[in-house]
């Protein structure tokens, strides 16, 4: 059975600096990775003390799908993309977290992982702005 979304749920402070929020869904706090060279939102759930997948029960993992299902088709209205990259790592950041990655070829990072490659490039506060309007608008928040 699944538990109450929020109950002592507390997102992690480098996911808190390097994203922007975008809209809470029924399981994940949905952000946007402030880095311009790749669309790229960061699927976390509202649920304390997850690390893995297999922390969250039956109908979580479910929902999660759903989810990130929700993020990828969200990228696909807001950039143009040959191919969506979606993983969950957690080496750094330890809390329970999926990336959704939009990526064309010939990006930054292309073709090896967004991961460690180079600086961010932060969005202006306009495109910022602009991008989180427009993916509020593509996930129905």
């Given at each position: 059975m699944s538990?109450?979304?929020e109950a002592g749920f507390?997102?992690?402070p480098r996911l808190a600096r390097d994203t922007v929020f975008i809209a809470d869904w029924p399981l994940c706090r949905v952000?946007?990775?402030d880095d311009a060279r790749f669309p790229w939102l960061i699927l976390v759930p509202r649920r304390a003390g997850m690390r893995e997948l297999d922390d969250l029960d039956d109908d979580e993992r479910a929902l999660l799908m759903q989810e990130i299902q929700a993020a990828m088709?969200?990228?696909r209205?807001?950039?143009a993309c040959d191919k969506l990259n979606v993983g969950v790592l957690g080496?750094?950041?330890r809390q329970l977290h999926v990336h959704v990655v939009a990526r064309r070829v010939g990006d930054a990072a292309w073709p090896g992982p967004v991961w460690g490659q180079g600086e961010a490039l932060r969005y202006t506060p306009a495109q910022r702005q602009s991008l989180a309007t427009q993916l509020r608008s593509g996930t129905g928040s």
């Open positions: 538990r109450e979304p507390e997102l992690h952000l946007l990775m088709k969200a990228l209205t807001v950039a080496n750094i950041v």
